[in-house]
C-alpha cells in the first residue's frame, strides 16, 4: 500500500510525521506523494483541506485520515497517543471507507471562459467594499435578489465550520445535499430575501447572477479568487466524493456534541 503525510508543520506534527513514516516503512507501506492510497493529514480540520486539495485529482483512489495536535476536529479525530494503533491498523488494512458529498462550483464569466472547482467545506461569495447584489436562480427560476455582505454554500460536512457561524444549519454528512447560507442580508421595506438558510437536495442546482459588473472575491475552502466578469456562478452536489478511512465508530452528532456542547 502507498501512503502519504500532510502535516500543519510545528514542531509536534512534524515529529509525529517522522514516527508514522518511519513506522509505516517498517511494515513494508510505500511512502509516495504523488499516487497514495491513503493520506495521513496530522494537524487540525484545515491540514486535512489542503491534503484535499493536494490530491483532489485522483479522489477515486484515496482515502484519508486525520491526526489532530490541537482540538478534536470533525476530520481529524485520533490523537497523537494513539499513533501506533493507527499505524498497526493501517498496515492490517483493518478500515472501512466511507464517502461524503463534496461541493461544486461552476464559474463563467462574460469572455465565455469557465472553470469548475470542488468543495470539501464551503464556497464563498463577497463584494469587497460594496454590498454584493445576486440574483439568485433556483433551478433554472428566479428566487430573489440577495443583498448583503455574501453567501455561504456549504456542503454537510462543512455545516459546522463557516456555515454554522453564520447561523445555518447543521447537517449529518451523509446526506446527498448543499446549504446556502446568508451573510448580514439586507432586509427592509424595500429589500427583501428568505432570510433563513436553504437546504438544497442533489438534484437541484443554485445559480448566482450578478446584477451589476462588480469585483467579487470568491473562496473555495482556503483557496480564494478575485473576479472582475463574472457572468454566473453554479453550485449543486459533486459527482465525485471525498473518501474517508474509518477505523472506528465515530458517531457525528458525538462529535457535534463534543465541539460545540461538551464544557469537559
Known amino acids: 500500500m502507498k501512503f502519504s503525510i500532510q502535516s500543519r508543520r510545528d514542531a509536534q506534527s512534524n515529529e509525529l510525521m517522522g514516527l508514522a513514516k518511519t513506522y509505516l516503512q517498517d511494515f513494508g507501506l510505500i511512502f509516495d ?3 497514495p492510497e491513503i493520506v495521513i493529514s ?13 490530491h483532489i485529482h485522483r479522489l477515486h483512489q484515496v482515502a484519508f485520515v486525520g491526526i489532530h495536535t490541537g482540538h478534536l476536529g470533525f476530520y481529524a479525530d485520533w490523537k497523537p497517543s494513539e499513533l501506533e494503533k493507527l499505524v498497526l491498523s493501517i498496515a492490517k488494512k483493518e478500515y472501512n471507507v466511507v464517502e461524503y458529498p463534496l461541493l461544486e462550483v461552476h464559474v463563467q464569466t462574460h469572455n465565455n471562459e469557465s472553470k469548475t472547482y470542488l468543495a470539501l467545506n464551503e464556497a464563498t461569495i463577497k463584494s469587497p467594499d460594496v454590498t454584493l447584489v445576486m440574483d439568485v436562480e433556483l433551478n433554472g427560476n428566479h428566487f430573489e435578489r440577495f443583498r448583503g455582505d455574501g453567501l455561504c454554500i456549504s456542503t454537510p460536512s462543512g455545516s459546522t465550520a463557516y456555515n454554522k457561524a453564520l447561523g445555518g444549519a447543521i ?6 445535499a448543499f446549504q446556502i447560507t446568508e451573510m448580514a442580508s439586507i432586509n427592509n421595506r424595500v429589500f427583501r430575501t428568505v432570510g433563513s438558510s436553504l437546504v438544497l437536495p442533489a438534484h437541484h442546482n443554485c445559480a448566482l447572477i450578478p446584477v451589476s459588473n462588480q469585483q467579487f472575491t470568491m473562496t473555495i475552502d482556503h483557496n480564494q479568487f478575485v473576479h472582475n466578469d463574472l457572468k454566473s456562478v453554479t453550485f449543486n452536489v459533486a459527482n465525485e466524493r471525498v473518501r474517508f478511512a474509518r477505523f472506528r465508530p465515530f458517531p457525528f452528532w458525538e462529535r457535534v456534541h463534543d465541539s460545540f456542547v461538551s464544557n469537559e
Open 171 to 176: 447537517i449529518h454528512p451523509t446526506l446527498q
Open 42 to 54: 496530522i494537524g487540525g480540520d484545515g491540514t486535512l483541506l489542503h491534503a484535499f486539495h493536494r
Open 33 to 35: 506523494e504523488e499516487e
